[in-house]
């Protein structure tokens, strides 16, 4: 015989015969006789033939099959009770199959067909035969007998049969039970199972069957007993099987249903056990690790931590232990190292905290995993768990930072630092009347009792020492000043508050920290050259009142009123908004005699490094501190509304201004001069200084700088050039942008001609915006960091440079000078970032605008 495929067919079979569905059947290898081509193979959903289907191999050619389902029981009845099968073709014909089907005992079973046609469009569509049992008057107890499947006829099927079926036809003849096959499965979530049983022959007396689950914590049964009488004897009842729920990970677990021996004074039924069918309650517990969302996605090098929490999904039978380890131990260390679940406290959820690790490297954020597992338990389908957590551990979000209670900035400069125009709004520049900023409703930032000026009576000659006012105590910051004449609105509150925005809601998160209180004074003074505010003063001053002492008064006020108050103190910086009386005055003035050590300042640039020096020196040497005192710098661009004639021995070209270079150099030489933003953007209110709205949002530039600082640890770097190369007559520019990508913006800043840029060829070494100015074809933003620029030839000759936002020539004046500074006049340009942040005031955009510079031409930042 050659070896060929037959089907054994597992199922449980009843005392009398019944079973539950087994389900689909199981191959194995075993023999034929010769010529059998037929075999039962196992069926997917629905009765299909799988498509691989006694496929032994990928070369064996299609081997034409008959596909005969298991049955769906293992008998008929003498009742009527009925089995089904159904039959598939395995591949498929060039024509029509014919299948004839045949009882071996007709007296027992009969079919609903004797036979099945297929054909090119059928042939895999399995056909359902139904075989119902016959009755007969003679007691010859459970009969047996098959179907045959075949032989088949046509298509290259001709003579392929299936193993027959094998059945039995159970008697009804002889007292006993009919246990019908289990309908349905219990389940854990309260799912039921049912099936049915009567009696075979009609009893002379009641006959009792006790009913009852042989494992009540896998399922109960409706009913505790069935009875049945001499009239409804025939009548099938039926019995329900409800699955209870448990907590463990046990599996599907199939017990018997016990129906006992029946109790009757019919002796034919007296003591006679029904079989007891088999129930399968599925479950609905899965081991595993069941893991809470974490608190975050982040730790950081400051300790942020990030913690989850953790339970089993089932209740174990042995304890679980549960190791778990950080991928990364020096960026997120873990705690505890395990945890141990036991069947009693499975489901209590048990807390891992994850700390972020510091180190000593700016390496960004850095992705690790909380690995938990594999687990060990003696509950086998506990052993081996594992599940993780994914997580970043961000670089020290506060390098350096140490927290203090007051946070104090110092505020100088001429009439823009005193606000002399921050009292209104014109109204031809299309914003609503200005409302001074009231004390912030849950920020708790200062400023003196006297207010944000100590000093009143305050001209372009100085400050009367006798309107000094000494700071009694502290009150939260408001603009508007009641202690003055008139009411001004300062960088002061707007500066505060978004500091303490940015600190609460970007830079705090999982460091412990929650406040940071801001005070601010102001010591500016109108009008004031550097000469006059630095250490020191000028001859011509008001004696008794400097500006620089006043500020120095400002912070012996602070540390006092502080201490008595039990809060730590630290100054954090100095504001400086200044430039346009040296503008006025710089050939009278520069080069100007060093305040100490001999020799002269070389420019502006220098000055703003020696007084941030001084600032710094004098500071330290009160407070004990050890932080750095930066000078936060204002690019000054309120000089385009100048009167000055050529005449004049201070007269400087009208259409551009050393100063905002000067300012920038500073920034680039010196690590703690900070060039904050440039002022074109901002509005003004009388062309030279910024109105309420422009104080507003530059405090909120200055926040920004200062949060960069102190915060974490950097020194800002505004919308500036880092590099600037020509080929030919394309000129490539790259910037440092805060926020990417760089925007050529005409909307919020008119476009003063090439966006704001010249290239410029010639002129004095040194003297600024000194040449010829060279025709430019295009100016590109050509990607996020890069500007290109077109000329309309290749330049040549010495003394090549670039210049931004420098300079105007207003049309019709002679000579040509800019008008008023401001996003629509005077000297602009229209390069900025793509800042999201808003303003407080009327959600206006808060880009990093680029700031004015001049520069050589090749140039590269050292």
Known sequence: MKPSRALFLVFLVSACGMSIDPGPAEEIDAGSDAGDGGVIVPTNDGGRPPADANVPDSVAPPVAKLVVSAPSGPATNEAGGTVTFTVALATEPTGTVKVPLAVSRPTEAKLDTTELSFDKATWNVPKTVTVTGLDDSVADGDQAYTVSVGPASGAGYDGVSASPISLKNEDDDTPGFFVGNVSGMATEAGGTATFTVRLRTQPTADVTIPVVSSDLTEGTTDVTQLVFTTANWATPQTVTVTGVDDAYDDGNVTYPVTLGAATSSDASYQGKSPASPMVTTTDDDTAALVLSPPSGTKTNERGGAVTFDVTLAARPTANVVVPIVSSDTTEGAVSPAQLTFTTNDWSTPQTVTVTGQPDALRDGAIAYTVRLGPTTSVDTPFAALTAQVALTNDDDPLPGYVDYSINHILCSGQSNSTANGGTRNDLNQGAPQFQFTAPHPTHTNLTFDTGVFVSQGCSGGGCNASTVRTPASFMPIREGDPFLGYGVETISSAMANRISDLAIGTYFPGTGFTKHDVLVSQHGRSGFNYACLRKGGCGWQIEGNPSYSDGMRQ?????????????????????????????????????????????????????????????????????????????????????????????????????????????????????????????????????????????????????KAYSKWVFEGQKWQPTSPTQVTRAGNVVTVKFHVPVPPLVLDTANVSNPGNFGFRYLVGGTAGKVASGTAQAISSVQVTAPDTVTITLAATPTGANQRLEYANYYAQAGLTPPRPGCPGPTQGVRGNLRDSDPATSVTGGLPLYNWGVSFELPVPYQDP
Not at 577 to 587: A, I, T
Not at 615 to 632: C, M, N, R
Not at 633 to 654: C, E, F, K, L, R
Not at 655 to 669: L, M, Y
């Open 555 to 703: 912070v012996d006020s602070g540390m006092a009123l502080a201490a008595a108050a039990g809060r730590s103190y630290v100054v954090r910086g100095v504001t400086f908004m200044h430039g346009e009386d040296d503008h006025y005055n710089y050939g009278d003035l520069w080069p100007w005699p060093k305040r100490a050590g001999g020799g002269n300042l070389a420019n502006y640039g220098e000055a703003l490094n020696e007084l941030q020096t001084d600032y710094e020196t004098d500071i330290k040497a009160k407070t004990g501190q050890a932080e750095s005192v930066p000078l936060f710098v204002i690019q000054m661009q309120g000089w385009t509304n100048t009167n000055v004639a050529t005449s004049d021995p201070d007269y400087v070209p009208p259409t551009s201004s050393p100063i905002p270079i000067q300012q920038f150099q500073a920034h680039k030489a010196y690590p703690k001069v900070v060039l904050v933003a440039p002022g074109y953007m901002l509005l003004f209110n009388d062309c030279l200084h910024f109105n309420g709205f422009g104080q507003r949002r530059l405090g909120e530039y200055i926040a």
